[in-house]
């Protein structure tokens, strides 16, 4: 259709993407087999590829979907298993018309199991190299830390030395915070993001998709984020959405990450008409989309049928994903 085109032609910058939940379960699987590595056998749900994708529509809550989030990554083993999992992700974002692609990954998921923090940087750095070189997708990549694990056992997988050494030599741009929300604020983080600040790294954290408005408060003052990941929640505080209007923070917001957790019923209460109104800045990304049913563009053809924005609210959205980019002003200017 003419506004799927329109979309797609869209100078779309994701900020919000999990590399690892770009896992599709046609690639688990064959990862599976090639590592040799047993799949739960008490889960019919990983009976099969078709099983588990029927499995991925009944998600009930954020911690349901995280449960098989990180079963899904025990089979990636390998440098190249890396590389793969993210040159998939980078073939989608470029039919979907992504520029320019912030990219998350886990590191604590991964070294917990044993395989070292370069195994996993490698790969994710040679399908950066790639997404360039053959696509002309810029990217940035960005450590989570696991908000469900102690703050101490963050702290000392930041200070890593080759954790460290990404970030002096720029290979890492900046650190976030996701996994389970409820029972974890923010606030738990604060050393390590002050830490991340004084070592002038860039800082977001998901705040407010399950947890309350006064996470995305408590994120914004305890840790310093310059983004916030989700903060549909935000709606819930009016004084605090006009601040973070006027501050000019960008939202990355996930809407069919939202529905498929049930963070919100439908689409359509997805606040995005609230957030033009009130002059909050967002982008709008896939979160996981192996797991939740679709890709960057799905989400902007869910949100334009749900709201019918204008060209000029699209193109208002984009130039604020461009702007609320991580990359160099040069890159911007060519993007705008
Ligand atoms: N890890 C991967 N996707 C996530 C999400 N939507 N929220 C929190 N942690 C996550
Ligand atoms: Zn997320």
Known sequence: ??????????????????????????????????????????????GSPDKLHTRYGRFTSLNDFLHYYYIGM?????????????????????????????VFFDPQAHIARGIPYTT?????????????????????????????????????????????????????????LDSSELGFPPQLFEEMYGKASEQGLRRTAHAGEEGPASFISSALDTLGIERIDHGIRLVEDAELMAKVAAQGTLLTVCP?????????????????????????????????????????????CRVHEAFELHVNEWEGICRAGIEGSWCGQERKTQML
Request: with cysteine; proline share 5%; glycine share 6%.
């Open 256 to 300: 069919l990450s939202n529905v498929v957790l049930r963070c919100v019923p439908e689409i359509k209460d997805v606040p995005i008409r609230k957030f033009l109104d009130a002059g909050i800045k967002f982008s709008i990304n896939s979160d996981d989309p192996a797991y939740f049913g679709g890709y960057i563009l799905d989400n902007y």
């Open 1 to 46: 259709s003419p506004l799927h085109d329109f979309l797609q032609r869209l100078p779309k910058c994701e900020h919000h993407l999990h590399l690892e939940g770009a896992l599709s379960p046609t690639l688990l699987f064959d990862l599976a087999k090639r590592n040799r590595i047993t799949l739960p056998t008490d889960d019919e749900a990983f």
């Open 120 to 176: 996993v940087l490698d790969g994710f750095q040679a399908a950066c190299q790639r997404a360039e070189r053959e696509l002309g997708i810029t990217t940035e990549l960005i450590t989570c830390f696991l908000r469900h694990l102690p703050a101490a056992d963050c702290l000392a997988t930041f200070e890593l030395e080759h954790v460290q050494d990404s970030y002096q030599s720029g290979v890492i741009t900046g650190i976030g």
């Open 74 to 102: 025990s089979v990636l083993i390998h440098s190249h298993d890396f590389e793969s999992l993210a040159w998939d992700y980078f073939q989608h974002a470029a039919v979907d018309g992504v520029h320019h692609a912030e």
